[in-house]
């Protein structure tokens, strides 16, 4: 959905949509969108910025990094930016926390499906979890620790560090 900057009216425009996104657009690889993310948003426009004040809901399926099983990541997220055209934008060596809400745009013309998939990714954990306390998979037989422990016999110790426990033994 492109927004022409010169046709916003004076009071603002208020949108309510769905937004169909494909999910190799996501950085998230495994991320699968389980219904449209639900956006509303508020622009208005203030001399040449434009505030967009929104908020999303969508749920997608993430992949646990821990025991790689599927699972539900509800996402209800809220953000302002500002939008600058292009000529303000003042090359810097370093960004200031100001401008992590800060954005421009180009030709008089604002696409908010850019913005919204943004937002979306930025809500995004670094690492998906299941659970705070999944335990993953059992590296021997690669049964889930969750759904009950497995019969394996580990050995924890790292091979590499046998040849340090024998130095010790003798010291001692």
């Given amino acids: ?3 022409d900057i010169d046709r916003l009216p004076r009071k603002g425009l208020k949108i309510r949509k769905d937004f169909e996104f494909l999910s190799v657009d996501l950085i998230e690889e495994n991320a699968v969108f389980l219904e449209p993310a639900h956006a509303e948003l508020t622009l208005k426009k203030v001399g040449e910025e434009i505030g967009i004040k929104g908020k999303i809901k969508t749920r997608l399926s993430f992949t646990c990094s821990r025991c790689l099983v599927p699972f539900e990541f509800p996402i209800d997220s809220s953000f302002d930016l500002v939008c600058f055209p292009v000529e303000f934008d003042v090359a810097k060596e370093e960004l200031d926390s100001e401008d992590i809400n800060k954005l421009f745009y180009y030709s008089r013309k604002i696409d908010l499906n850019e913005v919204i998939l943004e937002q979306l990714n ?3 954990p670094i690492k998906p979890l299941c659970s ?3 335990q993953g998979i059992c590296p021997v037989c690669g049964k889930i620790i969750k759904n009950g422990e497995c019969s394996c016999v580990r050995n924890d ?5 046998e040849k340090l426990k024998m130095f010790i ?4």
Avoid at 169 to 172: I, M, V
């Fill in 169 to 172: 033994k003798d010291k001692r």
């Fill in 122 to 124: 930025l809500t995004f």
């Fill in 157 to 161: 110790s790292d091979p590499r560090l």
């Fill in 132 to 134: 705070e306390d999944c």
């Fill in 1 to 3: 959905m492109i927004i």
